[in-house]
T-cell receptor
Framework: GAGVSQSPRYKVTKRGQDVALRCDPI?????LYWYRQALGQGPEFLTY????????KSGLPNDRFSAERPEGSISTLTIQRTEQRDSAMYRC??????????????FGEGSRLTVL | QKEVEQNSGPLSVPEGAIASLNCTYS??????FFWYRQYSGKSPELIMF????GDKEDGRFTAQLNKASQYVSLLIRDSQPSDSATYLC??????????FGKGTRLHILP
């Protein structure tokens, strides 16, 4: 597609349910980042991939959060046993290059998660 | 200490004046620095990036980097009401992670 696509755009779930958020990056982009953004705050780093390899997951809040990018393209962020504090906008971004050559991050529209 | 720090604002600037946005970072191994603009309810979009000490100009925007002081700034000349947004400073750190500050809200007064 022309841009980074995220789905679902909105997700309302009950506490304790699992959710999966999907990101389809721009074709050919090497790096894929996941961020969480609370209202009035900047994007908070969660994890990132180069191709299919997860390079850093230090920003994942706890072991209920996981992410994968099995074929180096689409990525899924999974939150198990959701809690109300997980409510936020989850943003995915991709970049054509990685490492020191990292340039512009292209962001998707985000997935807004609400946990009741 | 946050890795990338910004004053949250709001910063109010009269139309036509220069808006000055500042950012500091803690990781001396950071390599590249970015300024993103985020309109309310929208996704961040890149305005400028800089990786060498000094100034970099693009139209009405000038990014400044001082690695010795670990300081990055963005100047917006001839501010327009359409410049009203949140400006996010970001750094590519030594671990190749792109870390964002919490953003500065800029309000251009007509």
């Amino acid at each position: 597609g022309a841009g980074v696509s995220q789905s679902p755009r909105y997700k309302v779930t009950k506490r304790g349910q699992d959710v999966a958020l999907r990101c389809d990056p721009i074709s050919g982009h090497v790096s894929l980042y996941w961020y969480r953004q609370a209202l009035g705050q900047g994007p908070e780093f969660l994890t990132y991939f180069n191709y299919e390899a997860q390079q850093d997951k230090s920003g994942l809040p706890n072991d209920r959060f996981s992410a994968e990018r099995p074929e180096g393209s689409i990525s899924t962020l999974t939150i198990q046993r959701t809690e109300q504090r997980d409510s936020a906008m989850y943003r995915c971004a991709s970049s054509l290059a990685s490492g020191a050559n990292t340039g512009e991050l292209f962001f998707g529209e985000g997935s807004r998660l609400t946990v009741l | 200490q946050k890795e990338v720090e910004q004053n949250s604002g709001p910063l109010s600037v009269p139309e036509g004046a220069i808006a000055s946005l500042n950012c500091t970072y803690s990781d001396r191994g950071s390599q590249s620095f970015f300024w993103y603009r985020q309109y309310s309810g929208k996704s961040p979009e890149l305005i400028m990036f800089i990786y060498s000490n000094g100034d970099k100009e693009d139209g009405r925007f000038t990014a400044q980097l001082n690695k010795a002081s670990q300081y990055v700034s963005l100047l917006i000349r001839d501010s327009q009401p359409s410049d009203s947004a949140t400006y996010l400073c970001a750094a590519l750190n030594r671990d190749d992670k792109i870390i964002f500050g919490k953003g500065t809200r800029l309000h251009i007064l007509p």
